[in-house]
């Protein structure tokens, strides 16, 4: 098959490492997520702790796609800005929050700041904030009843069971930005659903496009080598991309 055939040309790197979060000023504690592998993959799965990593097919991810919800949704009259801070309920009270606060807007500036609300997942009790920086983009998490935020490479999609989240991010859209696939898993009494890192993986020779869900515990990856994506000149054609599928233990 065409998607087998291309993946023996490159070497899957898998390294996670701790993240800092800039708003909280936490490091990030190790746990089995944080690991390093590394792998040939002569057409065999990489298998770790927390997830296997085997080929797929565009068959796979079409299907998928047409399977996915939104997942967070924006409704009208559910966050403002005051002063240039994000405002959203919490615990159902209108609640300034600080780390989402404009700054230096309309500036050539490389402190210039700006967020965005993108909407809620009622189900997971979550809101969704973007910030947009002089050279970078991140999404938030902020959590509906106790205001926690939690930092996310991309805006997440979540799995069919609610059980999961999970976003992509690739370094070739802005200099300096991750490039790989996160994977959250969601805890928590229904009222405060607790999220945490279940995995993270950066590939050193794989760029990741997008995702779908195939199922609760399953997501098939739009990948491409990051050499033939140099080769194209960063303009791929549809044909040209592989697919893997990553199961979630």
Not at 85 to 108: C, G, H, S, Y
């Amino acid at each position: 098959m065409r998607n087998l055939t291309l993946l023996p040309l490159f070497l899957l790197v898998i390294s996670c490492h701790n993240r800092t979060d800039t708003l909280t000023n936490k490091k990030t504690e190790e746990n089995p997520a944080k690991t390093s592998i590394t792998d040939k993959t002569n057409e065999k799965p990489v298998k770790t702790e927390r997830y296997t990593l085997e080929p797929a097919t565009k068959a796979a991810f079409d299907q998928a796609a047409t399977r996915q919800p939104v997942s967070f949704k924006m409704g009208p009259e559910e966050a403002r800005k005051e002063n240039g801070v994000l405002v959203l309920k919490i615990n159902q009270k209108w609640t300034p929050l600080e780390a989402f606060r404009d700054t230096l807007l309309n500036t050539d500036d490389p402190e210039i700041r700006e967020y965005r609300y993108l909407g809620q997942n009622q189900a997971l009790h979550q809101y969704l904030v973007a910030g947009s920086f002089y050279e970078g983009f991140e999404t938030y998490l902020v959590d509906k009843t106790t205001g926690k935020i939690t930092p996310t490479w991309a805006e997440p999609s979540v799995s069919p069971d609610h059980k999961y989240l999970a976003n992509v991010s690739r370094a070739t859209v802005m200099e300096g930005e991750p490039n790989g696939v996160q994977v959250w898993k969601v805890a928590g009494p229904n009222n405060s659903s607790a999220i945490a890192q279940h995995l993270e993986i950066e590939p050193q020779d794989w760029e990741p496009f997008e995702l779908q869900w195939e199922s609760p515990e399953s997501i098939i990856i739009k990948m491409m080598p990051t050499e033939k994506y140099e080769q194209l000149q960063a303009e791929p054609k549809e044909e040209d991309f592989s697919y893997l599928r990553l199961r979630v233990k």
